[in-house]
């Protein structure tokens, strides 16, 4: 009996959780169609945008390629978003340890984040080798780097007083105060900067691959499949970069979930 | 009961020695020349209004704040002292639980940072949670408890680790009346289990005068003591204390004393409050 009513109400709850994403996938699907049939009837041209089959067909003869090319590219980002997004914490864990070394640096960083980044693409070509996955991975880290730090800065200074005072009531030493206080404090913040940093490391790897380099690359395929006219194809190359920069987004987001579950915002999870 | 009077043989856990401090070069004078004793096992609440320093005079026995000059001796040693050996437990007017931590998380750090082994702290969290009737909540985060259990973590967390001390800066300023009055009970049956000592600052004075053993009556500008007011209620106090012909004649003792301090427009917000 019970577990009749429980599969019940499980079923329930499935129901009205379709029912939260029916109009989004409404939307969705509305798009598609839009894209598909009309757009042409509108007498939208080929080159501003293929219709949809077109693309899938395009993506379908060159999967392999395609495929291999966004696991490329995708490295390059995963390896600037590490190494850059650790490098930032490291870097924040510093400066809030010695205030006055924050204070000194934290306008210029903040400046620094302001700056657009991508602009020094065709410069770390130069440093690195066309040819180099460094020139894209660099690209990328610099541009996680500004946004991890100022956030991690903020999440680990932001501590309420009393917080602190209490740790002090029990003599406790600096690396307590970060292991227990700061860092967990610090969390919240640190995770939207890794949601930030996951679709900017995409972006510099992408935008890095458009100033040259391995033939196999993401980029550089959009680049020339769009040289030679081939735009189903570029498209077919852009979806694949979209399908994984989203993929990076939510896999954050996920050990978000997990890592936080103390916190209120995942309130309407728990029970 | 008999009042626990200055001079009962009783050994000081709180030596305030001509405490007095500034704040910012020559500026405001948060507390000038405080002396105030306290013994084991008194309950010293500590009232006046608002910017007479009651908070910092707690921080400064607490060494979160350090006096210009005098000095504070706890349990005969140094304030400085007393707070690395770790010698009381504080409670603050916001439960300060940290939000990543459950209810049992919350009430074995201390016992975590004092290096007891996991075994006895799990022993000993268990107690805290019977002892302010947390059972059933031992796996909840702080998000999940109502202002009157989060203060009750916050409690039980001071007491984990047994101080001799119990500090509290208006632990129940934020609560409504009737958790209050609960809390209040509560309160006095642990420290009556516990035989702990306790400094209460609070600016209610029905509490002050329901929870003490003395109330010290403090006025502001510059921060000083004005009157000490020895509460002889009988103790355990009860619900039915509060109705007590002593009682009102007690709450009225300290409002006068509130007046004489030259507080009355302060008086009059403080009734307001209540």
């Known amino acids: 009996m019970t577990t009749i009513a429980h599969g019940e109400r499980r079923n329930l709850a499935l129901g009205r959780r379709a029912g939260r994403w029916l109009p989004a996938l409404a939307v969705f699907g509305f798009g598609l169609v839009a894209w598909q049939w009309i757009l042409p009837a509108l007498g939208v041209e080929r080159f501003l945008l293929p219709p949809f089959s077109d693309v ?28 850059g997004c650790s490098l930032a914490f490291v870097f924040a864990l510093a400066l809030a340890r010695w205030r006055p070394l924050g204070n000194a640096l934290m306008p210029y960083l903040i400046a620094a984040n302001a700056v657009p980044i991508v602009a020094f693409a065709p410069i770390t070509n130069a440093w690195f080798g066309i040819l180099s996955p460094w020139s894209k991975i660099v690209i990328a880290a610099v541009l996680c780097f500004f946004p991890v730090l100022v956030n991690t800065l903020r999440g680990l200074t932001s501590v309420r007083p009393e917080s602190l005072e209490l740790m002090r009531s029990y003599a406790a030493g600096q690396p307590s105060v970060f292991r227990r206080v700061r860092i967990p404090n610090s969390l919240p913040f640190v995770f939207s900067a890794l949601k930030i940093a996951s679709v900017l490391a995409m972006i510099g790897a992408v935008v890095g691959d458009y100033f040259g380099g391995s033939t196999e690359a993401l980029g550089v395929q959009i680049v020339s499949a769009v040289s030679l006219a081939q735009y189903e194809t570029a498209w077919a190359a852009i979806l694949v970069a979209s399908i994984l920069g989203i993929a990076f987004y939510a896999s954050v987001a996920v050990v978000e979930r997990f890592a936080l579950r103390w916190h209120p915002s995942t309130r309407g999870e728990a029970q | ?74 349990n005969g040693k ?41 075994a006895r702290r799990a022993s000993r969290v268990r107690e805290m949670v019977e ?45 409504d009346e009737m958790t209050r009055e609960r809390l209040n009970l509560e309160l006095l049956r642990i420290w009556a289990e516990t035989g702990s000592t306790v400094v209460f600052v609070t ?44 009682f009102f004649e007690l709450v009225t003792e300290v409002r006068e004393a509130l007046h004489a301090g030259g507080a009355d427009e302060v008086v009059a917000e403080l009734e307001g409050l209540e």
């Open chain 2, 131 to 175: 002892l302010v009737d947390l059972a059933g909540f031992e796996k909840h985060y702080p998000w999940q408890l109502s202002g009157g259990m989060q203060q009750r973590v916050s409690i039980a967390r001071a007491l984990s680790f047994s101080p001799a001390l119990l500090l509290m800066d208006e632990p129940f300023g934020a609560l």
């Open chain 1, 56 to 83: 899938v067909t395009a993506f379908w003869d060159s999967r392999d390629e395609l495929v291999r090319a966004g696991w490329i590219t995708f490295k390059e980002a995963l390896g600037g978003f590490v190494l």
């Open chain 2, 203 to 246: 600016h209610s004075i029905s509490e002050a005068v329901f929870l003490s053993t003395r109330v010290v009556v403090m006025s502001a500008r510059p921060g000083r003591i004005t009157e000490v007011v020895p509460i002889d209620l009988e103790q355990p106090r009860t619900a039915e204390t509060r109705e007590e012909p002593r």
């Open chain 2, 78 to 118: 140094s304030a400085h002292r007393a707070r690395l050996d770790r010698d009381y437990g504080i409670v603050f007017q916001a439960a300060v639980l940290y939000d990543w931590r459950t209810v049992v998380k919350n009430i074995s750090l201390p016992l975590e940072l004092g290096g007891w082994d996991r």
């Open chain 2, 1 to 74: 009961m008999s009042v626990a009077d200055v001079g009962d043989g009783k050994e000081a856990v709180v030596s305030a020695q001509r405490v007095t401090k500034t704040f910012g070069k020559g500026g405001v004078t948060a507390l000038q020349e405080i002396d105030l004793e306290v013994r084991r096992g008194e309950f010293i609440s500590l009232i006046g209004p608002s910017g007479c320093g009651k908070s910092t005079l707690l921080r400064v026995i607490g060494d979160l704040v350090e006096p210009t000059t005098g000095k504070i001796l706890i």
